[in-house]
């Protein structure tokens, strides 16, 4: 019984997912997920993308560069090797990791990005086989990523379609603002073998 409701709650949950990303001028045609990333992006979230930059160039050298040394190496340990799921929502920040209707915590990435070899999501990630009790800690996750690391984004007429580094970096940001789309990572040896992002 449980198992039915479950899978009736994610029918409904991508139904909605694909419902909420597709805007009003694109209702006829389902384009590929090129296309649709600069839909998802909202004057905020392009200003403050814009602002980054001037912020990083005011913080001094030193700082940064510990920061990056301590993401670095907390990444290969920061998540189990697995598999990881959760939706992109930074409107449900609040919401991450608390019990939902169903009586499980809701995995939800509400912030994040790519920096140097680190993927860093900020949130609650679901395990999957699913266990309750295996959700992790809301805060930041850092995924170590590597040359072999495949970056795939699934959605639209075309089907999955792998992507550069820099490319999957810029549709993360870009889809924290969906309202949900699927962000799912597998993680072998301490670091992320394959990441997804789908509708």
Not at 16 to 33: L, Y
Not at 50 to 66: D, G, I, L
Not at 85 to 99: C, E, F, H, M, Q
Not at 180 to 198: D, P
Request: hydrophobic residues 35%; charged residues 25%; negative net charge.
């Amino acid at each position: 019984m449980k198992n039915k409701f479950l899978v009736a709650l994610m029918t409904g949950c991508v139904l909605a997912m694909a419902v909420g990303c597709t805007s009003q001028e694109e209702t006829a045609t389902d384009a590929g997920f090129e296309e649709m990333a600069p839909e998802f992006a909202t004057d905020e979230s392009q200003a403050q993308t814009e602002s980054e930059p001037e912020e990083t160039a005011e913080a001094p050298a030193e700082e940064s560069k510990e920061t990056a040394e301590d993401t670095q190496q907390s990444a290969s340990s920061d998540i189990a090797d697995g598999t990881w799921s959760a939706y992109l929502d930074n409107t449900r920040k609040d919401d991450a990791g608390k019990v939902g209707e169903v009586g499980e915590p809701m995995s939800i990435i509400y912030d994040g990005g790519l920096e140097g070899d680190v993927l860093n999501v900020v949130g609650v990630l679901a395990p999957d086989p699913y266990d309750p009790t295996g959700f992790t800690a809301d805060g930041s996750h850092a995924l170590k990523l590597t040359d072999s690391t495949e970056f795939v984004m699934s959605g639209g007429d075309t089907g999955p379609e792998t992507v550069t580094k820099e490319e999957f970096g810029e549709h993360f940001k870009n889809c924290l603002g969906s309202g949900g789309l699927a962000f799912e990572v597998i993680i072998e040896g301490g670091a992320v073998k394959k990441v997804t992002i789908s509708a």
